[in-house]
T-cell receptor, first 115, second 112 residues
Framework: DAGVIQSPRHEVTEMGQEVTLRCKPI?????LFWYRQTMMRGLELLIY????????DSGMPEDRFSAKMPNASFSTLKIQPSEPRDSAVYFC?????????????FGSGTRLTVV | SQKIEQNSEALNIQEGKTATLTCNYT??????LQWYRQDPGRGPVFLLL?????KEKRKERLKVTFDTTLKQSLFHITASQPADSATYLC???????????FGKGTTLSVSS
């Protein structure tokens, strides 16, 4: 398996523009997580899905953020409109089962810069 | 809410020595704890999981302890190598036990 695949690796956009980040989880994994990482706040959980259904989106900072998982092999995180404070590295991770038996497999992340 | 603390200062050690990283948590009792390694420009990579009823877990040169009384986990790398230089993150389940919450990590630098 190629692991968790995220695209793009880097994104630079102007304030006010829409940004869409993409993730392909590992085949067979039933949990998918979106995290955001900054120096100040570390890794923050934004939202996660189980079997394509959003379970907890309490970490999504504002209504400008939305996430979808239309099928088991694809998820998107959208920011509309983007703001400079959204600049961060966004990670997608997947796991087989949500309990303690399994670690998460992370993608390489998307580095978002909003100018 | 639960709080996870890792030493924010970088740990610098010489090759061959044992590195010890600390993870402290407050405000709840997790059923397990995980450790991850993160290299610059990459996502975290899962290393070890230890459950609340396990005092110690080993994997090659890695050893993790879990003291539920002290609310602390220690992560040891024996016979450290420059290739072990990275940021190490500890992670605990959220209150619902359905997702991981991560500490900010400690950066380890091993010099030859």
């Amino acid at each position: 398996d190629a692991g968790v695949i995220q695209s793009p690796r880097h994104e630079v956009t102007e304030m006010g523009q829409e940004v869409t980040l993409r993730c392909k989880p590992i085949s067979g994994h039933d949990y998918l997580f979106w995290y955001r990482q900054t120096m100040m706040r570390g890794l923050e959980l934004l939202i996660y899905f189980n079997n394509n259904v959003p379970i907890d989106d309490s970490g999504m900072p504002e209504d400008r953020f939305s996430a979808k998982m239309p099928n088991a092999s694809f998820s998107t995180l959208k920011i509309q409109p983007s703001e400079p404070r959204d600049s961060a590295v966004y990670f997608c991770a997947s796991s087989l089962g949500g309990g303690p038996n399994y670690g998460y497999t992370f993608g390489s992340g998307t580095r978002l810069t909003v100018v | 809410s639960q709080k996870i603390e890792q030493n924010s200062e970088a740990l610098n050690i010489q090759e061959g020595k044992t590195a010890t990283l600390t993870c402290n948590y407050t405000n709840y009792s997790p059923a397990y704890l995980q450790w991850y390694r993160q290299d610059p420009g990459r996502g975290p990579v899962f290393l070890l999981l230890i459950r609340e009823n396990e005092k110690e877990k080993r994997k090659e040169r890695l050893k993790v302890t879990f003291d539920t009384t002290l609310k602390q986990s220690l992560f040891h790398i024996t016979a450290s190598q420059p290739a072990d230089s990275a940021t190490y993150l500890c992670a605990l389940p959220n209150q619902a036990g359905t997702a991981l919450i991560f500490g900010k990590g400690t950066t380890l630098s091993v010099s030859s």
